[in-house]
């Protein structure tokens, strides 16, 4: 589909325009209600706030439920509180910081918190900001390793030098985005057998002078597995001993950088590891605030180029800023400095562990149906990815996927990219709000389609890149 399409239909069409009750004029039920608005124009005059509301309300009532929505990353339940706190700020422009200082001293909170969390070696000195999700966040670590990479190579790159970013073909599309936006070379390592994301070797083996970073992965959106952060480092750190060159490493974190620091503690992924340079995380996936906040950190202000910050007004002084957008709400930034408040540390650690445990334990009983093979079983992100077994020929995962959105469920299936294109698997996402008794009707749910499924003669299914759902 074509951006930003133009309508389909001709004015003079009924379908161009809305459809009108009685019930939502005013007193007089067809008063005012013999104009239909039109669907793709700005219609010439007002309507009631009333007949407004409606039509629009009517029309969102065929979206899908998103509690419901096991395709996705980002948070679809939060308190009332802080919906409350949402609606109290949703007039505030976060990059107002002269007129909103409260606002903006909450987001620098987060930013120290996340230092801390993270384990910048020193959290006053750590840089960082709030973006409006991950995407933003990967885009601004980016263009600070290219710049840093332009810098030290100033000569090459003037002569015409490519720069490259190395990372395993499980990238979350952003990265794509960044590597097209900003002219550098998406250098991809492929899958392989059972290896579904980056490793090490390959990562160091891709690397040369005109690499900018490697990107790792703390949970691919593939089958929510980690990328081995630590071992990547240590063969970067072999390669800078072999061949001088120094290659630092961003840690993509949307998922993974809030669910490891409370529940992985062992685990060695942050800044901990001198090698990594910058964090991403979204606050709308495990930092659990709705959409539309992502924050960025880097361990030092020497790994964000000064010449890439902008400064507004603060205060009768000036703060600095790095964001590709001016103008941004502050209500997230609030909900996620209340939801930091709320939780705690052990709050945390309680809501990914249940998301985990609900996780396993659901990709334990889709393994004791026989019918699956599991690819991931929970226990990195509460995420899992399963593929049907290699002797159930009368349906596929696209068939499973279409059949449990008869019942409100909506599981992706999706093909997986090189070079195992040959795998195609359905990933359940475990989050916040996905409690036990809801996870509880699903198993129901997929255990009572199975019957009905073995008894097909094929997999029914034809167009399989039209069944397969947005699964990033
Ligand atoms: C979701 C995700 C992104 C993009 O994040 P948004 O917050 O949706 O912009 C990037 N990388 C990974 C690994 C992700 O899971």
Known sequence: MPLHKGP?????????????NPFFGQANPVGGMTDAPPRHRLPDGPL?????YQ????????????????????TTWMEPQA??????CRDKNMIDKDEYPRTAELERRCVAMLADLWNAPDPSSAVGCSTTGSSEACMLAGMALKRRWAQRNADRYRAGARPNLVMGVNVQVCWEKFCNFWEVEARLVPMEGDRFHLDAESAAALCDENTIGVVAILGS?????????AEICAALDALQE?????????????????????????LVWDFRLPRVSSINTSGHKYGLVYPGVGWALWRSPAELPEELVFRVNYLGGDMPTFALNFSRPGAQVVAQYYTFLR????????????????ARGIAERVEAMGDFRLLTRGDQLPVFAFTTAPDVT????????RRLRERGWLVPAYTFPADREDLSVLRVVCRNGFSADLAELFVEDLKRLLPELRRQSQPFTHDKSAATSFHH
Do not use: C
């Open 8 to 20: 389909a239909a001709t004015p003079s069409e009924p379908t161009s325009r809305l459809a009108l």
């Open 48 to 52: 009631p706030p009333a007949s407004a």
């Open 55 to 74: 039509l629009v309300h009517d029309e969102l009532m065929l979206d899908g439920n998103s509690r419901l929505n096991l395709a996705t990353f980002v």
């Open 83 to 88: 919906g409350v706190l949402m609606s109290e």
């Open 221 to 229: 959106t593939f089958d929510g597995s980690y990328e081995p952060v």
């Open 242 to 266: 072999r061949t001088g060159l120094d290659v630092p490493v961003h840690v993509d974190g949307a998922s993974g950088a809030m669910v490891a620091p409370f529940i992985d503690e062992d």
């Open 343 to 358: 939780l705690g540390r052990e709050g945390y650690r309680a809501v990914q562990q249940a998301s985990r445990d609900i």
């Open 394 to 401: 009368s349906f596929d995962v696209f068939d499973v996927s």
